[in-house]
């Protein structure tokens, strides 16, 4: 695996198991990037997304408002569109989680990957 190029979106929430803990952590270790849609539920906590130290776990943002849907579940660290997206039907931490994916992939040419994930907070909470 080429690790410090790598960008793995999980646009999935599930229950823990200490197997997936596992993978998530040994990816991570390796250099890749992992972005976590937090889930769609704002009673409990899913996983892989709950693994925020080895994860950016995203929320998702209602486009109109501005503010955190209603849906999202904790923890995240950072919001991207899952909301009223054009040309997607369908709603969901799963859809705001790809933008993030995104920006983390164009970033890795830039910057070194130890840096991408507090850049991207940084960067997407400036307007908070």
Same mark, same amino acid.
């Given at each position: 695996? =080429?690790? @410090?190029?790598?960008?793995?979106?999980?646009?999935? %929430? *599930?229950?823990?198991?200490?197997?997936?803990?596992?993978?998530? @952590?040994?990816?991570?270790?390796?250099? #890749?990037?992992?972005?976590?849609?937090?889930?769609?539920?704002?009673? #409990? !906590?899913?996983?892989?997304? =709950?693994?925020?130290?080895?994860? /950016? =776990?995203? &929320? =998702?943002?209602?486009?109109?408002? &501005?503010?955190?849907? %209603?849906? *999202? !579940?904790?923890?995240?660290? *950072?919001?991207?569109?899952?909301?009223?997206?054009?040309?997607?039907?369908?709603? &969901? *931490?799963?859809? %705001? !989680?790809?933008?993030? %994916?995104?920006?983390?992939?164009?970033?890795?040419?830039?910057?070194?990957? $130890?840096? /991408? $994930?507090?850049?991207? /907070?940084?960067?997407?909470?400036?307007? $908070?």
């Amino acid at each position: 695996m =080429s690790n @410090k190029r790598l960008v793995i979106n999980c646009s999935f %929430a *599930t229950g823990f198991t200490p197997e997936l803990e596992a993978v998530i @952590k040994k990816l991570h270790n390796a250099g #890749a990037v992992i972005v976590c849609a937090s889930g769609n539920d704002p009673q #409990a !906590s899913f996983f892989p997304a =709950s693994f925020v130290e080895y994860v /950016i =776990s995203v &929320g =998702s943002l209602n486009r109109y408002t &501005g503010k955190v849907s %209603a849906f *999202t !579940s904790e923890p995240y660290e *950072t919001v991207a569109p899952g909301e009223y997206i054009r040309g997607v039907d369908g709603l &969901g *931490t799963s859809f %705001a !989680s790809p933008h993030v %994916a995104g920006i983390a992939a164009c970033m890795l040419s830039k910057i070194p990957y $130890e840096q /991408i $994930e507090t850049k991207i /907070i940084e960067w997407l909470r400036e307007d $908070e």
